[in-house]
């Protein structure tokens, strides 16, 4: 069974840094790209980021570019969401996601529980 | 980016009710689009993908169409657990993904 739990999540002030994981299980882990996809509360779904399966490449929507770094580590089975010059509006439960397939752009049959990052004073 | 607009925002139906959402992509996609359900509280669950292919384990009355810029999701029965937003994803000409805003269906 394919298990993502996410962690990370914090109360940070504007301007502050936070780094999110994804530990992943019930699957071969560097066989897929993974993504972030992130909802603020009550707000619908925006997709965040994604990375490839050897992490060589990765792509970011515009609101985040320059600030959210993702990564992985395959030895470890896990994904990471580097989070910097965090604004309010960053604010948001966050979920890693599985693609179906090994296509880097593709549907997502697989998500974590989340994990909620409020950035606020 | 492609922007998708979903249709209606919110609605409310009756058990046994047949409900239909639409989703309308600012360019064409061709098939590249996913539809999911997420009740309250609760995370995403995928329905279709490839606009019309029914993910293993969803109910048959969930059915979905449509190519190039119009698609619709139906439900062909509307049963009390099917309470939840419903969203639209594309997948093509990515990045970004894109989202709909999502449909709020409620029992009447």
């Known amino acids: 069974e394919v298990q993502l739990v996410e962690s990370g999540g914090v109360v940070v002030q504007p301007g502050g840094s936070l780094r999110l994981s994804c530990a992943a299980s019930?699957?071969?882990?560097?066989?897929?790209?993974m993504h972030w996809v992130r909802q603020a509360p009550g707000k619908g779904l925006e997709w965040v980021s994604v990375i490839s399966w050897d992490g060589t490449s990765t792509y970011s929507t515009d609101s985040v570019k320059g600030r959210f770094t993702i990564t992985r580590d395959n030895n470890k089975d896990s994904l990471y969401l580097q989070m910097n010059s965090l604004r309010t509006e960053d604010t948001a439960f966050y979920y890693c996601?599985?693609?179906?397939?090994?296509?880097?752009?593709?549907?997502?049959?697989?998500w974590g529980q989340g994990t909620l990052v409020t950035v606020s004073s | 980016d492609i922007h998708m607009t979903q249709s209606p925002s919110s609605l409310s139906a009756s058990v046994g009710d047949r409900v239909t959402i639409t989703c309308r992509a600012s360019?064409?996609?061709?098939?590249?689009l996913a539809w999911y359900q997420q009740k309250p509280g609760k995370v995403p669950k995928l329905l279709i993908y490839?606009?019309?292919t029914l993910q293993s384990g969803v109910p048959s009355r969930f059915s979905g169409s449509g190519s190039g810029t119009d698609f619709t999701l139906t439900i062909s029965s509307l049963q009390p657990e099917d309470v939840a937003t419903y969203y639209c994803?594309?997948?093509?000409?990515?990045?970004?993904?894109?989202f709909g805003q999502g449909t709020r269906l409620e029992i009447k």
């Open positions: 490839a606009a019309s």
């Open positions: 019930g699957f071969p882990f560097d066989d897929y790209p």
């Open positions: 996601a599985k693609g179906l397939d090994s296509n880097l752009w593709t549907y997502f049959d697989s």
């Open positions: 360019q064409g996609i061709s098939n590249y």
């Open positions: 994803q594309n997948y093509n000409s990515a990045p970004p993904i894109t």
